[in-house]
């Protein structure tokens, strides 16, 4: 072979064994591309991920501020309606109105009446806003409802009775066990059923419940409109002062002795109530009997291996 063939063979082998190398190189090339760009997506993806999540809590957070801010107006309201009582009944005595001794101490009476009343609306917006915050904590476990409606049918059967008003506690048959703090599921339904009392002048109550699927509701029907039980609160009443009229007389024993509580505060307090306790509180409106609302109290069944 001469030289020049040689040197041809020696190109050709060297050419060959550079694409070889080259060829088997290629896989790792690209598989070190993609281990370079695969971190890139993932961070990516991690933080739409965290956009998403920070989206939602935004979200909640407008929902809960606007949920506070309504809940902190209705108590607010409550709170003054019984403190204008308190006021009025002691301008009345101050302006020296009364009639007669008998009269003086019937308004010291009734503005000690709106101390208490004032008292209450604190202990129940105090205690509410404890558990929603979480520095009370809910003492969840399996109750039997039929105890719990005994209970609260003895503690507002004699309001109803006083004004001559007719209210039925149906106790279901079966045995129906929910998970809920007992205590604080009763001081929601006797809120809403002494609420329905205060503002009613004639009519019947009734309270039943049963069981659908993992919940149980509890209905609560009465001769109050809707629009009484979600009424947006209107401006508070104002108590005439002493500045330059003297104090209306009927006008303040009036408001001294208004309802209480409100209805759309109880709907408020008892909601937040059942919410910390995974249930809910819905309104119907009766179509079969116009006039009449049914509240109804969802709250969760206890389960086997609850029970």
């Given at each position: 072979m001469n030289e020049p063939s040689l040197l041809w063979l020696l190109a050709g082998v060297g050419v060959g064994w550079a694409a070889s190398q080259v060829w088997h190189r290629f896989p790792a090339i690209s598989a070190n591309v993609f281990e370079a760009t695969s971190p890139a997506e993932g961070e990516a993806a991690v933080l739409k991920e965290q956009l998403r999540q920070t989206e939602l809590a935004y979200c909640m957070a407008m929902q809960m501020s606007q949920f506070k801010g309504s809940f902190l107006a209705r108590s607010s309201h409550e709170l003054r309606s019984p403190l204008n009582g308190l006021i009025g009944m002691h301008q009345l005595i101050l302006a020296e109105l009364c009639d007669s001794p008998e009269e003086e101490r019937d308004f010291i009476t009734q503005a000690h009446a709106s101390a208490l009343k004032m008292v209450k609306v604190l202990d129940e917006v105090i205690d509410a806003a404890k558990v929603e915050h979480g520095t009370s904590q809910l003492a969840l476990h399996p109750t039997d409802l039929s105890t719990l409606l005994y209970e609260v049918n003895g503690l507002t059967h004699l309001q109803a009775q006083n004004r001559n008003l007719r209210l039925t506690v149906v106790v279901p048959d079966s045995e129906i066990e929910v998970l809920v703090d007992s205590r604080r599921l009763r001081q929601a339904l006797v809120m809403l059923v002494d609420s329905a009392i205060a503002h009613l002048e004639?009519?019947?109550?009734?309270?039943?419940?049963?069981?659908?699927?993992?919940?149980?509701?509890?209905?609560?029907?009465?001769?109050?409109?809707m629009s009484v039980w979600s009424a947006d609160?209107?401006?508070?009443?104002?108590?005439?002062?002493?500045?330059?009229?003297?104090?209306?007389?009927r006008t303040i024993v009036d408001l001294a002795n208004q309802p209480f509580p409100l209805p759309s505060f109880s709907i408020a307090i008892a909601r937040s109530l059942l919410q910390s306790m995974q249930g809910k509180l819905e309104l119907v409106k009766e179509i079969e009997q116009p006039g009449f609302t049914r509240i109804l109290c969802t709250v969760p069944l206890a389960s086997s291996e609850a029970r």
């Open positions: 004639e009519g019947s109550i009734t309270v039943t419940a049963e069981s659908t699927g993992e919940y149980c509701q509890i209905a609560i029907a009465t001769p109050i409109a609160l209107e401006q508070p009443l104002t108590c005439p002062m002493l500045d330059n009229l003297q104090p209306d007389k």
